[in-house]
């Protein structure tokens, strides 16, 4: 079922559970109004979620019992007993139609319009004599029937977050535990039953600690769930044709996150679908198909979980939004001379700004993109806009993947140890970098690295440590700050990279205003966990927003930016070292060797439960001995991904845009030089069409498998099964519906060898007929059929049906 | 009815505290030292798999000039407690006893020190000697206030 509508339900109960007393106790004391604003509440969110979902008796009963508690909430008079009880019956219809909908079965509309009806007039009769006991009209409590009612399916429970907390951290001082009692054994030398013993209970907790990790975890493909619906719901009120295209993220994200991004996501469809995209009239006058395209996606880079709405309908109307927003008084003319063309789109975040040219039912009713943002930042999330008037409109919504498990960097100062999110750092180099000056002027610290100035500070200094004397070079850390400009932090060293779980760390510490939590890492040593944002306050660092003139500076950094280009350097697994431009790579990651497989010809690696493509595998030399995880560049083009297994990765560069071209053979694309040194550039395209290809020829591939007898236990359950997974597409055969023209039929040899192939292809299958057969031995020497779990051969057979389609 | 306080000693002086905010005592081997915060938090430390903040009484309630004694190698006592969700340690000198007195707070008497004054309750005997009542989770409300001030 679905579950947005099972959780539905299963708040409405709870709530109903809770809310019997209540109406009892008003009912004792009629002039109660905590609990009547309680009661008023529960109809009001019962409504809000019922239209959404679509459960128009919900809505009708709800909206009733609303209006009527509404007027005793404006109108200060007390609700007589009669009506208490009809509110009482409409609550108990809800109830009522909540069982039924659980488990699927309609309840007849008998008299939702009676009940409704009754409340309305208790409430007419109290209102026009304010007397107790005139309408004591015949409630018909609706009985018992629907008690009996079969219970859902999945169940589920709803937990206090405390609850689960606590769990976790119990399983944590188990580990902990574990952990003493380890280096206990060890201790006492071998005693392989004890050992064996300790090594099961040690599996078992960390099974727990796993299991326990993923309450916590929620698909991000949850946030989406609710948005088909909306989007029918809305085109149809709007007369609108949108093509949906969601991609969900095999990625999980901390519930309490999901929670947070489903209502500004919900707004920016809505907006997309009533502001972006036009009515297919004015579609087809400006050429563009008459469905309009929506597509959502979302897919973890990095530390973030990115989120994107994007659609093809007329963009956002810079010139309108600067209007609006000097109409607003947001911004003045002075200032909107000024911005870039981006900056004026981003106005569109301004308080009180909507695109619509009307206000809707739909959207465009003061609450605005600056809710939306707002929302967004509150979990640390970002959000930014590519419009291209026109052609559509892409939001891109980036969220920190967990609000409590976060990749962070461990790093050394004073001889103490610190964590810093790795989200917060964009680089690390080392001061005896060639490429990093460092200069002090009247105290202050500045960093120039690759001809770009930043403030620096080093984070003794913040913290009021001594330096600790130790050899070799100090780290430079290129932060961001809250304002989003980076600054150098500088610290004796960064130590290493872990997962840490962060819990908050007490008001006296967070006052520092330098922390943002502390953690717990499995050394069993507290650490403290930097706030970059807090460390550039503090340190009162001058993070000045671009001034006027800055705006020839952008026009320099886009020229250079013309010219070169960051680029990744790394080895391959043949030893070359290449770049690749940065921006097509999403992520480096470390996969286990085995995870790497090659088949028909293709590469392919897992990632989760996915298989991604590669364009070369690894062969075993190509790794050294006992090496077990091969580095991955995961690889992007928006749309496409592929993992490209590497030797190993060396810096990033700023790579000019010009290079030789003689170069070029596969997907090199030619050489530059970096450092003096010759580096061949990897073809993006090339790449990707390379890739690409493979997969276009598998997409061609689909060959129509029918299979003659779908009633059959043994070809629905294992015989389908295998041919999709092979890529195939499965028919179920009609009896009425003659095969096409290059389908393959599947027809499973029985005891009669009953072949009786129809549509006139002859019974030995001369056409594109594969009879399988139920024993290993064949029948006879004539016998053509394939033994139904040689899987090779089926394969076999069909491949080479596939083939001579082909050839034809 | 009587109610059960611990016996402890802060900065050489004898206190009591009520045993319904305390959730154990234990002895703190080390602690990690947090810089850029207030005298009075002595640092981070682990227990099992909570985190405790680590708040020296002595330095809070007599000042910074009350030098903190180098950590000893057998540990310093702490008294745990959980005060707005944030699990602290409080250091103390010793712990004497435990016990219950059925007597209520007897007012303060005589000219109390200007360090004890905001924070000594009343005043508690037990054994033939006076304890000052201090309640942990106000000292430690003053500790988040100390230092804003």
Sequence with gaps: MDELLSEFVAETQESLEALTNVVVALEADPSDRARLDQLFRFFHTVKGSCGFLNLPRFERLSHAAEDVLSDYRTGGAVPDPATISAVLAVMDRIGELCVAVDSGDSLPDRNDEHLIATLRHCHEVARATREEGKARADMSPAGGDAASRAAPASRTVRLPLVLIDQLMNGVSDMVLARNELARKLRAQGRQPETDAAFERLSACIADMRDTISKTRMQRVDRLFMAIPRMVRDLSRELGKTIALGIEGGDVEMDREMVEMVIDPLTHIVRNSIDHGIETPAERRAAGKPEAGSLRLSAYQSGSQIVIEVVDDGRGIDVDAVVAKALAAGAVSERDVARLSEQERLDLVFAPGITTARQVTAVSGRGVGMDIVRANIERIGGVISLTSEPGRGLAISIRVPLTLTIIPGLVLNAGGLNFAIPRSAVIEILHDSNPAVSVARLGGALTATIRDTRYSMIDLEEVIGVPMAQRPGPRSLMLVRSASGIPYILAVSQVENHEELVIRPAAPVVMAAGIYAGMTLPDNGQPMLLLDAGGIAQVARLPLVAETVDAGAAREDAADRRAASYPALRFIELTGEERAIRLSLVERVEDVPVEQVLTSGGHCRVRIGDRLVPSPHPVRADQVPPGARVVTCLRIRDGVRELCYPVHAVVDISEVPVEMDLSARYGIVAGLVLIDGRQVEVVDGFALMAAVDGAAAEEAARPVRCVIADADDMWNREILAPLLMQAGYDVRWRRQDEPADEGDVLLVTAGEQDAVAAPDGNGPDGEKAVIRLRAHAAPAGPADTSIYRYDREALLGALSSFDGERRRA | ?149
């Design chain 2, 1 to 149: 009815m009587s109610t059960l306080y611990l016996f402890a000693r802060i900065a050489g002086t004898a206190v009591a505290l009520r045993t319904d905010e305390i959730e154990a005592v234990v002895r703190l081997k080390e602690v990690s030292p947090v810089p850029g915060v207030p005298p009075h938090v002595a640092g981070l430390s682990a227990l099992r798999s909570r985190v405790l903040t680590v708040v020296d009484a002595a330095t809070l309630i007599m000042g910074a000039a009350s030098a903190a004694p180098p950590w000893p190698d057998t540990g310093r006592y702490a008294v745990m407690c959980d005060v707005g969700g944030h699990s602290y340690g409080l250091l103390v000198d010793g712990v004497d006893d435990i016990a219950a007195i059925a007597t209520p707070p007897l007012p303060l008497c005589g000219r109390v020190d200007r360090a004890w004054e905001p924070h000594a309750q009343g005043v508690v005997e037990n054994d033939g000697r006076s304890h000052f009542i201090l309640s942990i989770a106000r000292l430690l409300d003053q500790c988040g206030s100390a230092q804003a001030a």
